[in-house]
């Protein structure tokens, strides 16, 4: 779903009149783009860059300085280093799309570093997968930027 996602953003589409925007993938681990010898194996879009081998926050500071992304890509976030890279980008005005592992607004504050940005409102939406049906959506929460509460969509 994260590849899906990142390859719509990057290339465009057509149907909607969007124009696809650079994106940067920090893939530490390889399971986004499955780079090998430096040309990623999985389609993730014309003007998607990626950062594999290296450590999340490490990748997307390398992002923002060289490679001027609009969008930046990581997955499983959650220690400090990470936070303050996220905070950085947004701060650079880059928009970001992170995952983290949870069932609920809850059980993701229950990592304290996660807590810090769900409590900053930094993110405009959080969105929960549904745990039996794989790739679908549960639940959406938006951010109202009035009261700066999390509501459900």
């Not at 950062?51 to 300085?65: A, E, F, S, T, Y």
Request: charged residues 25%.
């Amino acid at each position: 779903m994260l590849r899906d996602l990142v390859r719509k953003i990057s290339n465009g589409m057509e149907q909607i009149h969007y124009k696809g925007i650079t994106v940067g993938v920090v893939d530490e681990r390889g399971e986004i783009a499955s780079m090998y010898k430096g040309i990623p194996q999985n389609d993730i879009g014309l003007r998607t860059d990626v950062l594999d081998n290296v450590p999340k926050w490490l990748g997307m500071q390398m992002m923002i300085r060289s490679m001027s992304p609009k969008v930046i890509v990581a997955d499983e976030i959650g220690n400090q280093k990470d936070v303050e890279a996220i905070n950085y980008a947004v701060c650079c005005g880059i928009k970001g799309i992170f995952t983290v592992h949870g069932k609920s607004i809850e059980d993701i504050k229950l990592n304290p570093e996660i807590s810090k940005l769900i409590n900053t409102h930094i993110f405009e939406r959080l969105i929960f997968l549904d745990e039996i049906k794989k790739g679908e959506i549960d639940k959406v929460y938006s951010l109202n930027k009035i009261n700066l509460e999390y509501i459900l969509a």
